[in-house]
């Protein structure tokens, strides 16, 4: 599956945004999905994922502000990112996994699937 992310941009402190992630070559609902972040200089970490019975994990740092959606007709992933801080800038990519991890689904080796990453700046 070719992943495409989308939706990134520039926005103030305590605003939002919708990042989209399209799915090519095989159908999402296949796929466990995951969103994931890397900021300047840091390691890619996690933000949330979800698996095909529709249970979400999010990361504490984003719990409560971020919320995940899919549309399997159009083959596409969501993430509405809310109450964003500067310390949400970073660079989004969407992943897709194969298989379920329930205790290692926050780890980046557990998905099969990249797409190329999406910028996000959150000004103060």
């Known amino acids: 599956v070719q992943l495409q992310a989308s939706g990134g941009g520039l926005v103030q402190a305590g605003g939002s945004l919708r990042l989209a992630c399209a799915a090519s070559?095989?159908?999402?609902?296949?796929?466990?999905m995951g969103w994931f972040r890397q900021a300047p200089g840091k390691e890619r970490e996690f933000v949330l994922a979800?698996?095909?019975?529709?249970?979400?994990y999010y990361a504490d740092s984003v719990r409560g502000r971020f919320t995940v959606s899919r549309d399997n007709a159009k083959n596409t992933v969501y993430l509405q990112m809310n109450s964003l801080k500067p310390e949400d800038t970073a660079v989004y990519y969407c992943?897709?996994?194969?298989?379920?991890?329930?205790?290692?689904?926050?780890?980046?080796?557990?998905?099969?699937?990249w797409g190329q990453g999406t910028l996000v700046t959150v000004s103060s």
């Open positions: 979800f698996s095909r019975s529709g249970n979400t």
């Open positions: 992943a897709a996994a194969n298989n379920w991890y329930s205790r290692t689904y926050y780890y980046t080796t557990r998905y099969d699937y």
């Open positions: 070559g095989r159908t999402f609902s296949n796929y466990y």
